[in-house]
């Protein structure tokens, strides 16, 4: 069975940082392309940073400068530094794998406070 488990979420005041992980298991980890994606209240779940397997990343232009996203195939983990939050940034946010499957987290709770 695959499961995503992220931790790391908070309460967070404008300017601080944060740092999400996302732990896989049941899955070949290295094989998979990761992402974060993030929903705000009300609003539809967008895609946030990904690394694929062979280790590309790309970000959203709203995070570009202020999040680093990374992976440790040896832990089958994937993280998410967030620098400078803002309180636009507050949202559940969610690991994504992709791959031979499609697979997500059950999310945790971001929310950076002004």
């Known amino acids: 069975q695959v499961q995503l488990v992220e931790s790391g979420g908070g309460l967070v005041q404008a300017g601080g940082s944060l740092r999400l992980s996302c732990v896989a298991s049941?899955?070949?980890?290295?094989?998979?392309?990761m992402a974060w994606y993030r929903q705000a209240p009300g609003k539809q779940r967008e895609w946030v940073a990904r690394?694929?397997?062979?280790?590309?990343?790309n970000y959203a232009d709203s995070v570009k400068g202020r999040f680093t996203i990374s992976r440790d195939n040896a832990r089958d983990t994937m993280s998410l530094q967030m620098n400078s939050l803002k309180p636009e940034d507050t949202a559940v946010y969610y690991c994504?794998?992709?791959?031979?499957?499609?697979?997500w987290g059950q999310g945790t709770q971001v929310t950076v406070s002004s």
């Open positions: 049941g899955i070949i980890f290295r094989m998979y392309g």
């Open positions: 994504n794998a992709w791959g031979r499957g499609y697979y």
């Open positions: 690394i694929s397997s062979g280790g590309t990343i």
